[in-house]
């Protein structure tokens, strides 16, 4: 059974950063995209950023030039690097990748969220 895996999400300081990691795991023949989506109370969740198989990149105008994703095919792992970081990152982070895994179509699976909290 697939299983996308979140960690370091927590608590910072405006202005510091933080680095999510995301695994997937569990019968998976390929990845396609994969990405990291977030949801602040009272909002609908949002992109973050995205990353296809061949290293291309996207990502929401409120991130540029502060978030990095990238991910390590070997490992399954998608990771997004979140620098120079704001209140208004304060959000749920959910991985998310669109694969296929063996004997099954491809989907689209998430991850259980991490909280992120950007306050002094």
């Known amino acids: 059974q697939v299983q996308l895996v979140e960690s370091g999400g927590g608590l910072v300081q405006p202005g510091g950063s933080l680095r999510l990691s995301c695994a997937a795991s569990?019968?998976?023949?390929?990845?396609?995209?994969m990405g990291w989506y977030r949801q602040a109370p009272g909002k609908q969740r949002e992109l973050v950023a995205v990353?296809?198989?061949?290293?291309?990149?996207n990502y929401a105008d409120s991130v540029k030039g502060r978030f990095t994703i990238s991910r390590d095919n070997a490992k399954n792992t998608v990771y997004l690097q979140m620098n120079t970081l704001k209140p208004e990152d304060t959000a749920v982070y959910y991985c998310?990748?669109?694969?296929?895994?063996?004997?099954?179509?491809?989907?689209?699976?998430w991850g259980q969220g991490t909280q992120v909290t950007v306050s002094s």
């Open positions: 998310h990748a669109d694969l296929r895994a063996l004997s099954r179509a491809r989907n689209d699976y």
């Open positions: 990353i296809t198989s061949g290293g291309s990149t």
């Open positions: 569990g019968g998976i023949f390929t990845i396609y995209n």
